[in-house]
C-alpha cells in the first residue's frame, strides 16, 4: 500500500532533550517536506527537499534540522526542544518536485508535546 | 497561512449544502486544492482545480474560481455526518519561487460540523 509513515504518533519530552521524528515514504517521491499545524495557522512548511541530499528551509526552520540521506526518509530533528514546538508534524511527500501539479501525500501525524 | 484565509467554522444540517469559503493574495497560484482532515488523521486530498477554470465538478463536491476576487469555494451537496472535518485550502506558489519546488500554502481550515 502506498503510503507516508510517520513515528512516533505521540510523543510527550522535557527540554532539551533531543529528539527524531522519522518519516518514510514508498512510492519513490523525489519531494519531502515537514509541516506544522497549529489551531488556526493552517499547515507552516517547515523544511522541505527536492531529492537526495537537496535541503532547504521553509517558512519555519528555526529549532529543526532534517536530512535526506535516501529517497525514502526525510526525519525531522529537533536538537533541542522547546515548548513552543509542542504542535501536530505532518510529513508529505509528493512524486515530482517540479511538475505543475503533483499530488501531496500527507503521513498520519505526529502530536508532539514539549513540557 | 496568513496569505490563505478561511472561516474558522461551519456548522450544517444533514442532508443540507455546505459551503466553505477561501480567499488568496497570490496571483501567480495555477493549481488550488482542498484537503479533508478527520480527526486524528493526516490531509485527504478532496479536489483541486487549475487555475484557468471557473468550476470544478466531482461527484458531491463542486468547487468554483473567481479568479478576479481571488476567491474560491467548495460546495459539498447532500452533506452527511462522514462530512464532519476540517477543511484545508492550500495554494500552489511554486510559479513564484522555483526553487521551492511544490510548496503548498496553507489556509487555516474551516472546521465543519455536520448534525443529524
Known amino acids: 500500500e502506498a503510503q507516508v509513515t510517520q513515528n512516533p504518533r505521540y510523543l510527550i519530552t522535557v527540554t532539551g532533550k533531543k529528539l527524531t521524528v522519522t518519516c518514510s515514504q514508498n512510492m519513490n517521491h523525489e519531494y519531502m517536506s515537514w509541516y506544522r499545524q497549529d489551531p488556526g495557522l493552517g499547515l507552516r512548511q517547515i523544511y522541505y527537499?527536492?531529492?537526495?541530499?537537496?535541503?532547504d528551509k521553509g517558512d519555519v526552520p528555526e529549532g529543526y534540522k532534517v536530512s535526506r540521506k535516501e529517497k525514502r526518509n526525510f526525519p525531522l530533528i529537533l536538537e533541542s526542544p522547546s515548548p513552543n514546538q509542542t504542535s501536530l508534524y505532518f510529513c508529505?511527500?509528493?512524486?515530482?518536485?517540479?511538475?505543475?501539479?503533483?499530488?501531496?501525500?500527507f503521513g498520519q501525524g505526529t502530536r508532539l508535546t514539549v513540557v | 497561512g496568513e496569505d490563505v484565509e478561511q472561516s474558522l467554522f461551519l456548522s450544517v444540517r444533514e442532508g443540507d449544502s455546505s459551503v466553505i469559503n477561501c480567499t488568496y493574495t497570490d496571483s501567480s497560484s495555477t493549481y488550488l486544492y482542498w484537503y479533508k482532515q478527520e480527526p486524528g488523521a493526516g490531509l485527504q486530498l478532496l479536489t483541486y482545480?487549475?487555475?484557468?477554470?471557473d468550476m470544478k465538478q466531482d461527484q458531491r463536491l463542486t468547487v468554483l474560481l473567481n479568479k478576479k476576487d481571488k476567491h474560491l469555494s467548495l460546495r459539498i451537496a447532500d452533506t452527511q455526518t462522514g462530512d464532519s472535518a476540517i477543511y484545508f485550502c492550500?495554494?500552489?506558489?511554486?510559479?513564484?519561487?522555483?526553487?521551492?519546488?511544490?510548496?503548498?500554502?496553507f489556509g487555516g481550515g474551516t472546521r465543519v460540523l455536520v448534525k443529524p
Open positions: 527537499s527536492m531529492n537526495v541530499e537537496v535541503t
Open positions: 482545480i487549475f487555475s484557468n477554470m
Open positions: 508529505a511527500s509528493s512524486f515530482s518536485a517540479t511538475s505543475w501539479n503533483t499530488e501531496a501525500f
Open positions: 492550500a495554494e500552489n506558489r511554486r510559479g513564484r519561487i522555483k526553487a521551492a519546488g511544490n510548496k503548498l500554502t
